[in-house]
């Protein structure tokens, strides 16, 4: 049978989007919707599944299967739905709180696990169903409703978190950049294992603005690097700075002061994972002096065994081994007797 | 001369260190004595640390075992044999053997360590000083005979004595004149690469045989006669093993893969253990991170078109109570295994309790009602897991399957059915029937006010669910007042629903009406059963029910109980059923009540019986 052929507007559902006016997740829904068409997948065949927060509402906006289920367990139900269901293409959609404190435990495990899925982690340093508490990712002194006197807990660095979780796909965007969101989607999308997509995204209720350095014009050039593979890593206003290794200790140099020529700055590499690790830890605060920017983009992938595909594997073994099995035979175990 | 004495019923008990293989000791005789043909029950009681301190009374291990040529019931209230590796199985045990009871005791076991060890005041030793006398003891070393006759075969010391339960094991085979060939067969499969433990351990079990024929103070030798049993093929079995095959049973038989996701925990694991062998049943097991994982991960595969099951005691079902709502806002099916132990907190968790019923019907937030099935024998759990699956797929609900460590380690001869005899089991996924333009309805329900099961993959049935209250039909989200309450309504309507489709309740044994109803549900219904025949042979007017399904009750059981004077339910916790007896049939009921980790002996619920049937005779 052809493939039906879907435009976003297919995945639309009738349902009203109760998010607050100027959301971050708004663009992403409609990234989202936009990017879906192109996956080449049939609506009946994708999933999205949440647990608890804003961003959890999510599903009820995809029209798709779908389960809003419950907080921090995303991670949990799709893996229980991908090892018995593995054609299916399963979403998850989660925040900051969500997948990092109530459901910390499941994230890391789906991880090195290796689930075939896909994770939207909608990151806006804040909980905003609650109504303005601070999260795992809020910065130290963040003033928040809980945290009048400003946030004593060390921030996660998420991506870092994933990486020692055995992530396979690392990748960073921003809900204001639509073209760099539907690009990251759909990389996430061909990764084959699970692909972990940071997305930044604008509480403009509780904590507005906290990336706009990342994302305003004025200053997202000089603040967002953006990777690519096989490129220099190059920023600033007018593409003038970059970033080379020096051993295994990034520095930012100044292309036209420093006299240093593209060929010698830091090639970008998904692949290299000690590369990965020092990327990953451009994550110091931006107010500083001599910071690094903030990368965007493919971080890391790599190649591992996904989960279902060795459970498969184990059970077509197990039939092959003792072919399939036979209830009557079980029922009856190794030690039965008769009385006639 | 060795004389034989023949018997109706005999217990042993073999007792010892937790490294010192009772427990396999203990499965070997019974599946020995099972293959004869004997009725049998066992109990296997096990400290808590995997290796406690060896020679310690913390440390005993032990294995009860109760076969007969007439019906047996229970693993016995009182030892006839009491099988001691060292002083501290002696001391800890002592006080469950019969009168005139038999001991057999290692008395290697017995030295001033060991005496030490299980805290006998300096210089006494039971074996020695007297305080035995109305026992028949037979001191012997068995280390020493287990070494010498192993002796050249190249093990080391350390791997000799791992044979000394095989001595015991041959001893007592000879004394009750059994074949050692089902364990010859058993070591062979065990040790297929080790074969010289194969040689080791049946060398020492034959050396402990006929050790029994020489032994300078003979021995009795006892004849058990094989019981009278209905015709029929039978296999020994254990409660979690029963629920395990009852779980592939019912899968195979809905055709649909079954998904069992669980975090290791006392007493369920080993049915992870064995349906992690049946994978060739396409059955998937999945050793989650942690018991929230469990659940949730089983209701993703229950939202994908599964069999969906998660298994737990009771503080991993604690965990599992926000996602257990879930399940149930959800309308899926999902079965939940509960083998209950020793509560609260982590509790007792190698002993028994059923102090988890309460928790099963009402520990959740929220109007959250879910069906609850129990077992009440090792076998039961077959046909009750089977029973708690074939009610979540037709009624798409959670179900609660209530086992406990008694039965789940107990163990039975049971009379197997053939696959083909099996309750079929009817999964329904929804088509998509829709006219042009209509829109799928996922909370529309049939005449049993059941939802359709709408899988992903169904083109034209897309749809979202969650956790929030939904409107009826639509399940779109809804937080009007009106709705909120008709679906509190139609979820506990949905349950209570199920009544029309479960069996009625049956008088076990005794009148059908009369003076005294002893009711009970799980793991009582040996003990209870059993007294209760004895009571009525004394000619009290006892009869006993025994509750298999708990929510919802049979639709009778209301009138059954209104046709005793009195009602009595016996409960190993501090009264729960009655609760929910006295809530929904406003009946006096009387409670009795055990507390101790300990199944009822039969003794004492005879005496309770007893006591009631003098005060309400008229």
């Given at each position: 049978?052809?493939?039906?052929?879907?435009?976003?507007?297919?995945?639309?559902?009738?349902q009203?989007?109760?998010?607050?006016?100027?959301?971050?997740?708004?663009?992403?829904?409609?990234?989202?919707?936009?990017?879906?068409?192109?996956?080449?997948?049939?609506?009946?065949n994708?999933?999205?599944?949440?647990?608890?927060g804003?961003?959890?509402?999510?599903?009820?906006?995809?029209?798709t299967?779908?389960?809003?289920?419950?907080?921090?367990?995303?991670?949990?139900?799709?893996?229980?739905l991908?090892?018995?269901?593995?054609?299916?293409?399963?979403?998850?959609?989660?925040?900051?709180?969500?997948?990092?404190?109530?459901g910390?435990?499941?994230?890391?495990?789906?991880?090195?696990?290796?689930?075939?899925?896909?994770?939207?982690?909608?990151?806006?340093?804040?909980?905003?169903?609650?109504k303005?508490?601070?999260?795992?990712?809020?910065?130290v002194?963040?003033?928040?409703?809980?945290?009048?006197?400003?946030?004593?807990?060390?921030?996660?660095?998420?991506?870092?978190?994933?990486?020692?979780?055995?992530?396979?796909?690392?990748?960073?965007?921003?809900?204001?950049?639509?073209?760099?969101?539907?690009?990251?989607?759909?990389?996430?999308?061909?990764?084959k294992?699970?692909?972990?997509?940071?997305?930044?995204?604008?509480?403009?209720?509780?904590?507005?603005?906290?990336?706009?350095?990342?994302?305003?014009?004025s200053?997202?050039?000089?603040?967002?690097?953006?990777?690519?593979?096989?490129?220099p890593?190059?920023?600033?206003?007018?593409?003038?700075?970059?970033?080379?290794?020096?051993?295994?200790?990034?520095?930012?140099?100044?292309?036209?002061?420093?006299?240093?020529?593209?060929?010698?700055?830091?090639?970008?590499?998904?692949?290299?994972?000690?590369?990965?690790?020092?990327?990953?830890?451009?994550?110091?605060?931006p107010?500083?002096?001599?910071?690094?920017?903030r990368?965007?983009?493919?971080?890391?992938?790599?190649?591992?065994?996904?989960?279902?595909?060795?459970?498969?594997?184990?059970?077509?073994?197990?039939?092959?081994?003792?072919?399939?099995?036979?209830?009557?035979?079980?029922?009856?175990?190794n030690?039965?007797?008769?009385?006639? | 001369?060795?004389?034989?004495?023949i018997?109706?019923?005999?217990?042993?008990?073999?007792?010892?260190?937790?490294?010192?293989?009772?427990q396999?000791?203990?499965?070997?005789?019974?599946n020995?004595?099972?293959?004869?043909?004997?009725?049998?029950?066992?109990?296997?009681?096990?400290?808590?640390?995997?290796?406690?301190?060896?020679?310690?009374?913390a440390?005993?291990?032990g294995?009860?075992?109760?076969?007969?040529?007439?019906?047996?019931?229970?693993?016995?209230?009182?030892?006839?044999?009491?099988v001691?590796?060292?002083?501290?199985?002696l001391?800890?045990?002592?006080?469950?053997?019969?009168?005139?009871?038999?001991?057999?005791?290692?008395?290697?076991?017995f030295?001033?360590?060991?005496?030490?060890?299980?805290?006998?005041?300096?210089?006494?030793?039971?074996?020695?000083?007297?305080?035995?006398?109305?026992?028949?003891?037979?001191?012997?070393?068995?280390?020493k005979?287990?070494?010498?006759c192993?002796?050249?075969s190249?093990?080391?010391?350390?791997?000799?004595?791992?044979?000394?339960?095989?001595?015991?094991?041959?001893?007592?085979?000879?004394?009750?004149?059994?074949?050692?060939?089902?364990?010859?067969?058993?070591?062979?499969?065990?040790?297929?690469?080790?074969?010289?433990?194969?040689?080791?351990?049946?060398?020492?079990?034959k050396?402990?045989?006929?050790?029994?024929?020489?032994?300078?103070?003979?021995?009795?030798?006892?004849?058990?006669?094989?019981?009278?049993?209905?015709?029929?093929?039978?296999?020994?079995?254990?409660?979690?093993?029963?629920?395990?095959?009852?779980?592939v049973?019912?899968?195979?038989?809905?055709?649909?893969?079954?998904?069992?996701?669980?975090?290791?925990?006392?007493?369920?694991s080993?049915?992870?253990?064995?349906?992690s062998?049946?994978?060739?049943?396409?059955?998937?097991?999945?050793?989650?991170?942690?018991?929230?994982?469990?659940?949730?991960?089983?209701?993703?595969?229950?939202?994908?078109?599964?069999?969906?099951?998660?298994?737990?005691?009771?503080?991993?079902?604690?965990?599992?109570?926000?996602?257990?709502?879930?399940?149930?806002?959800?309308?899926?099916?999902?079965?939940?295994?509960?083998?209950?132990?020793?509560?609260?907190?982590?509790?007792?968790?190698?002993?028994?309790?059923?102090?988890?019923?309460?928790?099963?019907?009402?520990?959740?937030?929220?109007?959250?009602?879910?069906?609850?099935?129990?077992?009440?024998?090792?076998?039961?759990?077959?046909?009750?897991?089977?029973?708690?699956?074939?009610?979540?797929?037709?009624?798409?609900?959670?179900?609660f399957?209530?086992?406990?460590?008694?039965?789940?380690?107990?163990?039975?001869?049971?009379?197997?059915?053939?696959?083909?005899?099996?309750k079929?089991?009817?999964?329904?996924?929804?088509?998509?029937?829709?006219q042009?333009?209509?829109?799928?309805r996922?909370?529309?329900?049939?005449?049993?006010?059941?939802?359709?099961?709408?899988i992903p993959g169904?083109?034209?049935?897309?749809?979202?669910v969650?956790?929030?209250?939904k409107?009826?039909?639509?399940?779109?989200?809804?937080?009007?007042?009106?709705?909120?309450?008709?679906?509190?309504?139609?979820?506990?309507?949905?349950?209570?629903?199920?009544?029309?489709?479960?069996?009625?309740?049956?008088?076990?044994?005794?009148?059908?009406?009369?003076?005294?109803?002893?009711?009970?549900?799980?793991?009582?219904?040996?003990?209870?059963k059993?007294?209760?025949?004895?009571?009525?042979?004394?000619?009290?007017?006892?009869?006993?029910?025994h509750?298999?399904?708990?929510?919802?009750f049979?639709?009778?059981?209301?009138?059954?109980?209104?046709?005793?004077?009195?009602?009595?339910?016996?409960?190993m916790?501090?009264?729960?059923?009655?609760?929910?007896?006295?809530?929904?049939?406003?009946?006096?009921?009387?409670?009795f009540?055990?507390?101790?980790?300990?199944?009822?002996?039969?003794?004492e619920?005879?005496?309770?019986?007893?006591?009631?049937?003098?005060?309400?005779?008229p």
């Amino acid at each position: 049978m052809e493939a039906t052929k879907l435009t976003p507007k297919d995945f639309v559902t009738d349902q009203d989007v109760r998010w607050c006016p100027g959301c971050g997740d708004y663009s992403i829904l409609k990234q989202v919707q936009t990017v879906m068409p192109e996956l080449g997948l049939e609506r009946e065949n994708i999933v999205f599944i949440s647990g608890i927060g804003c961003s959890s509402r999510f599903p009820y906006y995809m029209d798709t299967y779908g389960m809003h289920s419950i907080h921090g367990r995303a991670t949990a139900v799709a893996s229980g739905l991908k090892a018995t269901r593995p054609e299916l293409s399963v979403w998850i959609v989660t925040g900051d709180g969500d997948s990092m404190s109530i459901g910390g435990n499941h994230l890391i495990h789906l991880l090195r696990r290796n689930f075939d899925v896909n994770i939207l982690l909608f990151n806006n340093e804040i909980y905003g169903l609650t109504k303005g508490q601070y999260s795992p990712t809020s910065p130290v002194g963040k003033v928040a409703k809980s945290t009048p006197m400003g946030s004593i807990d060390y921030p996660f660095n998420p991506l870092a978190l994933c990486l020692g979780a055995s992530s396979t796909f690392l990748a960073r965007t921003m809900d204001r950049d639509p073209v760099h969101l539907r690009e990251i989607l759909k990389r996430g999308n061909t990764h084959k294992g699970t692909s972990l997509l940071e997305i930044y995204q604008n509480c403009n209720v509780f904590n507005d603005g906290a990336f706009e350095v990342f994302t305003e014009k004025s200053t997202k050039k000089a603040e967002a690097l953006f990777v690519q593979q096989d490129k220099p890593l190059i920023f600033g206003a007018n593409g003038e700075k970059g970033i080379k290794l020096d051993g295994l200790k990034p520095v930012v140099v100044d292309l036209n002061a420093d006299g240093v020529s593209p060929d010698e700055l830091w090639i970008h590499d998904e692949k290299d994972k000690t590369k990965a690790t020092i990327l990953i830890n451009f994550f110091d605060d931006p107010a500083k002096e001599g910071h690094f920017p903030r990368p965007f983009g493919v971080l890391y992938e790599e190649m591992r065994f996904c989960y279902e595909d060795a459970l498969a594997l184990q059970m077509a073994e197990a039939i092959a081994l003792k072919g399939e099995g036979d209830l009557d035979k079980l029922l009856k175990g190794n030690n039965a007797w008769t009385i006639n | 001369m060795t004389k034989t004495e023949i018997k109706n019923d005999v217990v042993i008990l073999f007792a010892g260190d937790s490294g010192d293989g009772i427990q396999l000791t203990g499965t070997q005789f019974t599946n020995t004595a099972a293959l004869y043909g004997n009725d049998i029950s066992t109990f296997p009681n096990f400290p808590a640390e995997i290796r406690a301190p060896q020679g310690t009374l913390a440390g005993v291990s032990g294995f009860q075992l109760h076969f007969g040529s007439v019906e047996i019931l229970t693993p016995g209230d009182a030892s006839d044999v009491l099988v001691v590796m060292n002083a501290a199985g002696l001391k800890a045990n002592l006080s469950q053997l019969k009168e005139g009871g038999i001991i057999v005791a290692n008395s290697e076991g017995f030295d001033a360590k060991n005496l030490g060890l299980a805290k006998y005041p300096e210089g006494v030793n039971p074996l020695q000083n007297g305080s035995l006398d109305k026992y028949k003891v037979h001191s012997i070393d068995i280390t020493k005979l287990t070494r010498s006759c192993l002796a050249g075969s190249g093990l080391s010391t350390k791997e000799m004595d791992r044979s000394r339960n095989m001595f015991v094991l041959g001893l007592v085979y000879w004394m009750y004149n059994r074949s050692m060939d089902s364990t010859i067969e058993y070591l062979k499969e065990q040790f297929k690469k080790r074969p010289e433990l194969v040689e080791a351990n049946v060398k020492a079990m034959k050396a402990g045989y006929h050790f029994g024929d020489t032994i300078e103070a003979p021995m009795t030798r006892y004849e058990v006669k094989a019981a009278v049993q209905e015709r029929g093929s039978y296999r020994n079995i254990m409660g979690n093993q029963a629920t395990a095959i009852g779980l592939v049973a019912a899968a195979k038989k809905m055709g649909l893969q079954l998904f069992y996701a669980t975090y290791p925990i006392t007493p369920a694991s080993d049915i992870l253990h064995e349906l992690s062998k049946h994978k060739n049943f396409g059955v998937k097991t999945f050793q989650a991170e942690d018991e929230i994982a469990a659940i949730t991960s089983a209701i993703g595969a229950s939202f994908g078109g599964n069999l969906g099951v998660t298994a737990s005691s009771g503080p991993g079902i604690a965990l599992k109570g926000e996602a257990i709502g879930l399940a149930l806002m959800l309308e899926l099916p999902l079965v939940i295994i509960n083998v209950q132990r020793g509560g609260p907190s982590t509790g007792l968790p190698t002993k028994t309790e059923q102090a988890d019923l309460l928790q099963a019907l009402y520990g959740r937030n929220g109007e959250a009602p879910v069906a609850v099935v129990a077992a009440s024998t090792p076998s039961d759990c077959f046909h009750m897991v089977y029973e708690a699956c074939r009610i979540a797929v037709e009624h798409m609900t959670p179900v609660f399957f209530l086992s406990d460590g008694y039965i789940a380690n107990g163990a039975e001869p049971w009379k197997f059915p053939l696959a083909a005899e099996l309750k079929d089991i009817h999964v329904n996924f929804a088509k998509n029937t829709l006219q042009p333009g209509e829109k799928y309805r996922p909370y529309k329900r049939d005449d049993k006010l059941v939802r359709e099961w709408a899988i992903p993959g169904t083109k034209g049935l897309e749809h979202r669910v969650g956790g929030i209250e939904k409107e009826n039909e639509t399940g779109n989200i809804s937080y009007e007042p009106e709705n909120h309450e008709l679906m509190v309504k139609l979820r506990q309507s949905k349950i209570d629903k199920i009544a029309d489709y479960i069996p009625l309740q049956e008088i076990d044994s005794g009148p059908e009406s009369g003076k005294l109803l002893v009711l009970g549900w799980g793991s009582t219904y040996g003990s209870i059963k059993t007294a209760a025949k004895e009571a009525r042979l004394d000619g009290w007017d006892v009869a006993h029910a025994h509750l298999q399904y708990l929510n919802p009750f049979p639709k009778n059981l209301g009138a059954i109980l209104l046709k005793y004077d009195r009602i009595l339910i016996p409960e190993m916790n501090n009264g729960q059923l009655i609760k929910v007896i006295r809530d929904k049939y406003f009946i006096d009921a009387m409670g009795f009540n055990k507390i101790k980790g300990v199944p009822f002996t039969t003794a004492e619920l005879k005496k309770k019986m007893t006591e009631l049937s003098v005060k309400i005779r008229p």
